[in-house]
């Protein structure tokens, strides 16, 4: 009996799980820790340019939107600052003045009023960084001069989250 030469199997590829990043596609990104959503939102922070920036982040209560928040403003001020979610206070000021980050919550407000008596359209007039949990509620179109990012977080199953790129305006 001859033996037949077999043909080495190909290897599996393998998911990376470098910083807990499960799966990296084109427009979303699986994590399944904090730390993960921490290094996806410092990316971000890493890459912004343009101010006025817009980051609207949308998902369900409880998903991680203010986890992404921590994780943005950590990196972009360089800072271990600590940050808190705006729900009662509707607006929280990070930074300094020449590198001011605000985080906005709009889930208690209920219409455009709302917006102008927490003094949220005066925010687009400086060259700031806006963090928007619930950004769904704002209207989709912004002016050139402004950069818009849009961030949709879903969970998938605990602990695993999609992160999303929506939309994104330059």
């Known amino acids: 009996m001859s033996k037949k030469k077999q043909k ?4 599996k590829k393998r998911s990376s799980l470098k910083n807990n990043v499960i799966v990296k596609p084109r427009n979303y990104l699986v994590v399944n820790s904090v730390k993960a959503t921490h290094t996806h939102a410092a990316s971000i922070a890493k890459k912004i340019k343009k101010r006025p920036c817009l980051i609207l982040l949308s998902g369900a209560l409880g998903v991680g939107k203010s986890e992404w928040v921590r994780g943005f403003v950590k990196a972009y001020l360089k800072s271990k600052i600590i940050v808190t979610s705006p729900t009662y206070s509707i607006v929280n000021l990070y930074g300094t003045k020449s590198k001011p980050v605000y985080h906005v919550d709009l ?5 455009e009023d709302d917006l102008e008596s927490v003094g949220f359209w005066d925010l687009l007039q400086g060259k700031n960084i806006i963090l928007v949990e619930w950004g769904d509620m704002l209207p989709p179109r912004w002016p050139k001069e402004i950069a818009v990012l849009s961030i949709k977080i879903d969970l998938l199953s605990e602990p ?3 992160i999303s ?3 994104e305006q330059d």
């Open 107 to 111: 889930y208690r407000l209920k219409s």
């Open 165 to 167: 790129l929506l939309f």
């Open 8 to 11: 080495p199997k190909p290897k």
């Open 160 to 162: 695993e989250r999609r």
